[in-house]
C-alpha cells in the first residue's frame, strides 16, 4: 500500500485524550499535498500515528456547525 503523507496546516482543537494519551483533535490537513481539509479523529502523541476519522471541506463543515446549532443539548 502506497504511503499515506499529511501535513498539520493547522490545529483547531483537542475534542478529548484518551488514557493512553491518545486524542480526539480537529485539524485542518492537507492530504498528499491536496488541498487542506478539516479532519476529525484520534492521534497518538506528536502525531506518529492515528486511528480512523473522517474529513470535511469548508461546506461540510459548516453544514455540522448548523446541524450542531439546531440540537437542544
Partial sequence: MAEIKYE?????GVL?????EWSKE???ISWNKKEPKFDLRD???NHEKMGKGITLT?????VLRDL?????L
Avoid: C
Avoid at 498539520?8 to 483547531?12: C, G, T
Avoid at 469548508?58 to 459548516?62: D, G, M, P, V
Fill in 8 to 12: 498539520i496546516i493547522e490545529s483547531v
Fill in 16 to 20: 478529548s485524550q484518551s488514557a493512553k
Fill in 26 to 28: 480537529l485539524n485542518l
Fill in 43 to 45: 492521534w497518538a502523541p
Fill in 58 to 62: 469548508n461546506e461540510e463543515l459548516k
Fill in 68 to 72: 450542531l446549532n439546531e440540537m437542544k
